[in-house]
């Protein structure tokens, strides 16, 4: 994949995609200070604590996970990780999460993010990717991954429960990957 690489969303606003660099620490805290509290709850692990990030940017050196980040001037708008178990009996299968800033949400931000998640785990040899999304709440994350092939796989009912205390049901989504595009 060619980085950085600039993408045009609805409403001709621009942004550039390029992957999580050591020096980013700054602009992923200010970008999820902006990230409303309800959605980082879903994330399984709490990016509002330093420690936490930095195993994260530490993942990323090791190739554990990959991070691309969108741009628009000097400010992350978006973020999409894949997350690689390298060893072992999933180490076929990649899972990704992509996050947005509100404001520049429905603009196709995060299908961009997604087409790009797609490519490198294509590009890493995975057999399948997978999302964990909950009903009732990421509905429109289960409708967009649709469109790109991906079907539910498992539904775990009422087994994570929302910011309130709701019980919710967990979509096991999964996308099978092929070697080149073009094999669909
Ligand atoms: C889910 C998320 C990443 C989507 O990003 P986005 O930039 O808004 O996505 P796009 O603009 O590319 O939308 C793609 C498709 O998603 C669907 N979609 C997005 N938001 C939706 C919503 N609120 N309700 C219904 N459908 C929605 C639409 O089908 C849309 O396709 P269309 O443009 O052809 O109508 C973003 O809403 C987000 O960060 N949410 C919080 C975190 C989250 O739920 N992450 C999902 C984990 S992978």
Redesign the pocket.
């Known amino acids: 994949m060619r980085y950085p690489k600039e993408c045009v969303l609805?409403e001709c606003v621009e942004a550039v995609i390029r992957p999580l660099e050591p020096g980013d620490r700054a602009l992923m805290e200010a970008f999820y200070n902006r990230?409303p509290e309800s959605?980082r709850w879903?994330m399984n692990y709490d990016v509002m604590d330093p420690a936490i990030m930095g195993r994260w940017f530490d993942a990323v050196e090791k190739g554990s996970v990959c991070s691309i980040l969108a741009l628009c001037e000097e400010t992350v708008v978006?973020q999409g990780s894949l997350y690689l178990r390298g060893f072992g009996a999933t180490s076929h299968v990649g899972r990704?999460?992509?996050?947005?800033?509100?404001e520049?949400?429905?603009?196709?931000?995060?299908?961009?993010?997604?087409l790009d998640l797609i490519q490198l785990a294509m590009d890493r040899g995975l057999e399948m990717l997978r999302?964990d999304?909950v009903a009732g709440?990421?509905?429109?994350?289960i409708?967009?991954?649709q469109?790109f092939d991906f079907f539910k796989f498992a539904e775990l009912k009422n087994y994570v429960k929302d910011i309130h205390g709701n019980r919710q049901d967990l979509v096991i989504m999964i996308k099978r990957l092929h070697k080149e595009w073009s094999d669909f």
């Open positions: 609805k990230i959605d879903f978006g990704f999460r992509i996050v947005v800033l509100p520049f949400r429905q603009m196709r931000l995060g299908t961009w993010l997604l999302a999304l709440v990421e509905d429109g994350a409708e967009a991954v469109k």
